[in-house]
């Protein structure tokens, strides 16, 4: 079993900054593709940013420029660094993952963490 777990949630100020974690553990080979998903109040799981083994990234349009992807493969970490945070961003955050274990490759999810934007 591979467990994921997302740590670096809050609250924070409009124009404010937060850097979420996700720590992957567990019986498994290796971690490929990695993803950070959101979901606000109401309304449905979107994709926020993805990131291949190799470091390729991919971004919704809404977070280019403020959100940057990243992930530490040793440590099996992935990260998503947010900036210039809007209370538009306010939600709860998922990290999701594709582990190869010996049942072959699975997806996971996270608990999620919390995100609230406010002044």
């Known amino acids: 079993q591979v467990q994921l777990v997302e740590s670096g949630g809050g609250l924070v100020q409009p124009g404010g900054s937060l850097r979420l974690s996700c720590a992957a553990s567990?019986?498994?080979?290796?971690?490929?593709?990695m993803r950070w998903y959101r979901q606000a109040p109401g309304k449905e799981r979107e994709l926020v940013a993805t990131?291949?083994?190799?470091?390729?990234?991919n971004y919704q349009d809404s977070v280019k420029g403020r959100f940057t992807i990243s992930r530490d493969n040793a440590k099996n970490t992935m990260y998503l660094q947010m900036n210039s945070l809007k209370p538009e961003d306010t939600a709860v955050y998922y990290c999701?993952?594709?582990?190869?274990?010996?049942?072959?490759?699975?997806?996971?999810w996270g608990q999620g963490t919390q995100v609230i934007v406010s002044s």
């Open positions: 999701n993952a594709d582990a190869f274990t010996v049942s072959g490759t699975r997806n996971y």
């Open positions: 567990g019986s498994m080979f290796s971690i490929t593709g």
């Open positions: 990131i291949t083994s190799a470091g390729s990234t």
